[in-house]
């Protein structure tokens, strides 16, 4: 058995042990979160969790000085991998509570175009917090975020600051897009000078904030009564779907040249 998984771990190529060791990395961190850090994610137990889980034996002389120099390197990547994601998984959560909304939608008058929207935040601000709170991944993001903001080795932090940007840039890209396809659905634009870039930061801002306090004070952000349905009745809304309406409104307005199709 050892024999055959030594000979397993040496057809693989060094970008493939590279993946396999810190894909076992990344899930044992999700698994245990963060702590004050990954120091406690040791190649031994990585080793160990990758031959309980997939009969694949691993050893030190396989990664190190061959893909990783030393172990404080490999806590970096890890920890580089849970801070560049790109949220792809909570929004497109958020995007599949919207379709039922979006199929209903009336757009031939711009009252009623507002009127979905008013909906599509109210749905989409809840499917969102839902995404986030619930998410195996978000919990771990936010603790690498802490890091970065309350640590103070500067060397150390210099690769998880840089994982951090290119995961917002991509979650900004994103979401932008989709942000820029629901708008143009509606026949609205964007009020100059204000940019969808920046719609788009500030909503996903909001989206990380109340997320947080969710936890913490469910109280204020959930179960809000709105009377904003079709005929005046009743709502639920979220504190996030509030705030997201809010900026809808100030950051968008009706395109004169936009025609129903």
């Given at each position: 058995?050892?024999?055959?998984?030594?000979?397993?771990?040496?057809?693989?190529?060094?970008?493939?042990?590279?993946?396999?060791?810190?894909?076992?990395?990344?899930?044992l961190?999700?698994?245990?979160?963060?702590?004050?850090?990954?120091?406690h994610?040791?190649?031994?137990?990585?080793?160990?969790?990758?031959?309980s889980?997939?009969?694949?034996?691993?050893?030190?002389?396989?990664?190190i000085?061959?893909?990783?120099?030393?172990?404080?390197?490999?806590?970096?990547?890890?920890?580089?991998?849970?801070?560049?994601?790109d949220?792809?998984?909570?929004f497109?959560?958020?995007?599949?509570?919207l379709?039922?909304?979006l199929?209903?939608?009336?757009?031939?008058?711009?009252?009623?175009?507002?009127?979905?929207?008013?909906?599509?935040?109210?749905?989409?601000?809840?499917?969102?917090?839902?995404?986030?709170?619930?998410?195996?991944?978000?919990?771990?993001?936010?603790?690498?975020?802490?890091l970065?903001?309350?640590?103070?080795?500067?060397?150390?932090?210099?690769?998880?600051?840089?994982?951090?940007?290119?995961?917002?840039?991509?979650?900004?890209?994103?979401?932008?897009?989709?942000?820029?396809?629901?708008?143009?659905?509606?026949g609205?634009?964007?009020?100059?000078?204000?940019?969808?870039?920046?719609?788009?930061?500030a909503?996903?801002?909001?989206?990380?904030?109340?997320?947080?306090?969710?936890p913490?004070?469910?109280?204020?952000?959930?179960?809000?009564?709105?009377?904003t349905?079709?005929?005046?009745?009743?709502?639920?809304?979220?504190?996030?779907?509030?705030?997201?309406?809010a900026l809808?409104?100030?950051?968008?307005?009706?395109?004169?040249?936009?025609?129903?199709?």
């Amino acid at each position: 058995m050892t024999a055959n998984g030594d000979d397993r771990a040496r057809r693989r190529t060094r970008d493939e042990l590279h993946q396999l060791v810190l894909d076992a990395g990344v899930e044992l961190l999700l698994e245990e979160g963060l702590g004050t850090g990954a120091e406690h994610l040791t190649f031994k137990r990585v080793f160990e969790r990758l031959e309980s889980t997939l009969g694949v034996r691993v050893t030190n002389a396989s990664v190190i000085g061959r893909i990783w120099e030393s172990q404080d390197e490999f806590q970096i990547d890890v920890l580089c991998s849970i801070a560049g994601n790109d949220g792809t998984e909570s929004f497109e959560q958020s995007l599949v509570a919207l379709a039922p909304v979006l199929e209903a939608a009336e757009r031939s008058t711009v009252d009623s175009r507002w009127q979905t929207l008013r909906e599509m935040c109210r749905v989409g601000g809840a499917a969102n917090l839902d995404a986030l709170v619930t998410s195996r991944t978000w919990p771990s993001w936010v603790g690498v975020w802490a890091l970065v903001m309350a640590g103070t080795d500067t060397e150390r932090k210099r690769p998880l600051e840089g994982a951090l940007v290119d995961g917002y840039e991509m979650i900004t890209n994103n979401n932008g897009e989709s942000y820029a396809t629901m708008s143009h659905f509606l026949g609205l634009r964007v009020r100059s000078p204000l940019t969808l870039r920046q719609f788009t930061i500030a909503a996903d801002a909001l989206a990380e904030g109340c997320a947080l306090r969710d936890p913490v004070d469910p109280t204020s952000t959930r179960c809000i009564v709105r009377p904003t349905g079709p005929n005046g009745e009743d709502q639920q809304w979220t504190l996030f779907g509030v705030g997201l309406e809010a900026l809808v409104v100030e950051f968008f307005e009706p395109d004169p040249e936009w025609e129903l199709v």
